[in-house]
């Protein structure tokens, strides 16, 4: 059966006192709504509408820039979560499938819940709701039971002294098949303490024509709506936990997880080192045995087995690391090929450049890749040596086992197993030193007496 995503992303998030459309802000390093639309991509949805309101053009570039396929549907004004998914009506025509409602501000919801909710739809029921069971129910909807069958959901606003005493509340996801949602949505009114279209009012509309419905729970940790900056960081702690534990999981070894940050779209292999105070950015895969030492940041870049990165360093987007390469402390690489078993181990800055395989870079050196307007590549073969504190000056080619002398600044192509000096000769003056050494003394001698 076809699944369709409707992601409800159109507030506005007054509470987090921003200028960014609430589904904007980041949690591991990705907009809560491509949490949502992330939660549901082991169902392959086979189309993905999102609902857009405030920020709207903001909200589709985002999409845009990660590559999220969906489609966008306007809702200019916020009417209510039913007239929400009302929208989406016409991005949905001619599908013929489940829908699933999520909320563009609640990032947790895990795959396998959503799987549990469409074996329920699989089982006969017309209208599935996710509920769970908080602490504290706070203002959330009432599911109203009726032994196995959901009857209605309240609102809080709407409800009743002894329907408030329900523990049983609504998290918003809803499944349902996609044409019978919008049935049933058309028939919700704004009859109620709000004055809005509540896509809660589905299910006694549902029941009132024969149809079923059923609640699937899940843990409260699933739920967690983000309004306010304080629940933000509290949502990033638990995103991060999450990933903490999933990499444990999944075979990499921490020396201090606590102190490793994961990105939403991180990819770490077994057998990994990850090592204390590490800081992954977004598209990071780091592939098996490799090891992450202390104090690196990465953005963007792909590890290659066996390699070792820092401690102390930085990869940027389109670092490229191959086998058992070595990048060391204070090195950064950004949209650059280091070739298998390369090393780039002291204080360098290697930028759009090719590396060859074994070839090895001396402490200090600079790939000039920027002339202040225009960027320009460094090719650097396999089996070279380039001395330290050397400037390759882009465009620039060296061969295949060629070598630079240390301190040269190299504005001109290195042959194949050519030598390449670009530096000023040395001069020995003797007896020179210790002439001036003598002379300033005698001058600060001079000084303190006067
Ligand atoms: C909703 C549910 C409530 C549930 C709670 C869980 C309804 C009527 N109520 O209440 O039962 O316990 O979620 O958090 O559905 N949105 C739009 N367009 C709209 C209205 C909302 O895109 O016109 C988006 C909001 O930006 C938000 C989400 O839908 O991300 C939920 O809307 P909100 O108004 O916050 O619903 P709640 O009052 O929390």
Redesign the pocket.
């Given at each position: 059966m076809p699944t369709a995503l409707i992601v409800?992303?159109?507030?506005?998030?007054t509470r987090m006192e921003s200028d960014l459309p609430?589904?904007l802000h980041e949690v591991g390093q990705a907009p809560l709504y491509a949490h949502a639309v992330a939660s549901a991509r082991d169902l392959e949805p086979e189309r993905i509408v999102l609902?857009v309101?405030h920020g709207a053009d903001a909200v589709q570039a985002s999409a845009g820039a990660l590559g999220i396929e969906a489609t966008f549907a306007l809702?200019a004004?916020?009417?209510?979560?039913?007239?929400?998914v009302a929208q989406a009506r016409a991005s949905l025509d001619g599908f013929d499938g489940d829908a699933i409602v999520l909320?563009?501000?609640?990032p947790f919801i895990r795959p396998e819940t959503l799987e549990r909710m469409l074996a329920a739809r699989a089982a006969g029921h017309a209208v599935v709701v996710l509920g769970f069971q908080p602490d504290d129910p706070a203002?959330?909807?009432?599911l109203v039971m009726d032994g196995d069958r959901l009857a209605r959901?309240v609102?809080?606003k709407d409800a009743t002294e002894a329907e408030r005493a329900i523990g049983l509340?609504?998290?918003?996801v809803v499944a349902a098949d996609a044409q019978t949602l919008f049935n049933l949505v058309d028939a919700v009114g704004n009859d109620n303490a709000?004055g809005?279209?509540?896509?809660?009012?589905i299910v006694q509309i549902a029941n009132a024509r024969g149809l079923t419905a059923t609640v699937v729970t899940c843990d409260p940790s699933e739920?967690m709506?983000i309004?306010t900056r304080a629940k933000l960081v509290e949502a990033e702690a638990v995103f991060q936990a999450r990933a903490r534990a999933e990499a444990l999981d999944n075979g990499v070894t921490m020396l201090a997880p606590e102190t490793v940050f994961f990105a939403q779209d991180t990819h770490v292999g077994r057998d990994v080192v990850v090592e204390q105070n590490i800081v992954f950015g977004p598209g990071v895969t780091v592939e098996t045995g490799a090891r992450i030492r202390a104090f690196s940041h990465l953005e963007g870049c792909h590890v290659s087995s066996g390699a070792v990165i820092g401690p102390y360093a930085r990869l940027r987007p389109g670092a490229e690391i191959g086998n058992d390469a070595r990048i060391g402390n204070f090195v950064e690489v950004k949209a650059s090929e280091i070739g298998e078993g390369a090393k780039v181990n002291h204080l360098s800055y290697i930028g759009d450049a090719t590396v060859g395989e074994r070839s090895n870079i001396g402490a200090g050196t600079v790939t000039c890749n920027y002339d202040g307007v225009f960027k320009h590549r460094t090719t650097i073969g396999r089996g070279v040596f380039i001395g330290s504190d050397t400037m390759l000056v882009a465009p620039v080619t060296i061969g295949d086992d060629a070598m630079t002398a240390s301190g040269s600044v190299i504005t001109e192509d290195v042959p194949v197993g050519g030598l390449a000096l670009g530096r000023a000769r040395q001069v020995n003056k003797p007896g020179l030193a210790r002439k001036l050494f003598d002379r300033l003394r005698a001058e600060k001698d001079a000084k303190k007496k006067g």
């Open positions: 409800l992303a159109a507030g506005k998030g609430k589904v609902i309101g809702q004004e916020q009417l209510g979560t039913a007239h929400a909320y563009g501000d609640t203002r959330y909807g009432r959901i609102e809080f509340c609504n998290s918003g709000s809005e279209y509540y896509l809660t009012d739920t709506g309004d």
